[in-house]
């Protein structure tokens, strides 16, 4: 397979126990290099967000609380390239894959990604960890707003029509608690896990970078598949696949 380190006879050997019958419990965790070929950036590899001048602080809690609007100038012109983009061949694999899933298994996707792309591609019941950037929510805990579908691209924040505080967009930032009900579901389903697969994550943002740790405790046979080699190399991943997820997922899963 191109752009990959592994040999074609061991992707077939892969192919062929990622389709056994015998997984129970699979859960998938992805990150932003799942993305990539659909025209959206990575967050630290070459050219990702959190490397460009215009990014220099970090959009963290703290910027939330002192300056909403400037949270905004940073994910509002992120939200067209968002509506723009369409699944890859990489979602669609995933998607299928879940599809087939025989009776009295389970399949958990937990992504880190906010662009939406795994729901457009056909996935159930997808695991946002970070939320979603094409919905809003009031930044008052206590408003009592309900999260809602929002394409605008707003540069300064936008006042909540029920109780006036500064509205947000509906992800997680840096220095912010997961959502309560995506990490209990990705918890419950890394216990019983016997099959875990990461896909274009750095593994280095917690706590999805400890949930392969989490996999392993549990018994599960690890996998993961990234563009570059994660550094160091996490000793709970059984097998490494450098490559194109948009190029090895369809010939993985196909199995």
Not at 231 to 246: C, K, T, W
Request: glycine share 8%; charged share 20%; proline share 9%.
């Amino acid at each position: 397979m191109v752009d990959s380190l592994t040999s074609d006879d061991e992707l077939r050997r892969l192919r062929d126990r990622l389709g056994a019958t015998a997984w129970r419990n699979i859960v998938v965790l992805t990150g932003a290099g799942i993305s990539v070929a659909s025209g959206l950036p990575t967050y630290r590899g070459p050219g990702g967000l959190w490397t460009r001048p215009e990014a220099e602080e970090v959009p963290d809690a703290a910027m939330m609380a002192r300056d909403p609007s400037r949270v905004w100038s940073l994910f509002g012109p992120l939200r067209r390239p968002l509506q723009a983009a369409k699944p890859n061949a990489a979602h669609v694999a995933l998607a299928q894959w879940q599809a087939r899933s025989s009776p009295g298994r389970t399949f958990t996707l937990v992504t880190q990604n906010v662009d939406g792309l795994h729901t457009r591609a056909g996935s159930r019941d997808v695991v946002e960890l970070h939320g979603s950037l094409l919905h809003t929510r009031c930044s008052n805990p206590e408003c009592g707003t309900t999260p809602f579908e929002d394409p605008q691209e707003h540069l300064q924040a936008p006042p909540c029509e029920r109780c006036g505080q500064a509205l947000r967009p509906d992800i997680t930032l840096f220095n912010e608690p997961l959502p309560v009900d995506a990490e209990w579901a990705a918890k419950r389903a890394l216990r019983e896990c016997d099959l875990f697969l990461a896909v274009g994550t750095s593994g280095t943002v917690a706590p999805a970078s400890h949930f392969v740790r989490g996999a392993k405790y549990a018994g599960a046979w690890t996998l993961l598949l990234n563009l570059t080699p994660m550094q160091p190399r996490h000793p709970d991943f059984d097998h490494e696949v450098l490559g194109r997820a948009e190029e090895l997922l369809p010939f993985l899963l196909s199995g």
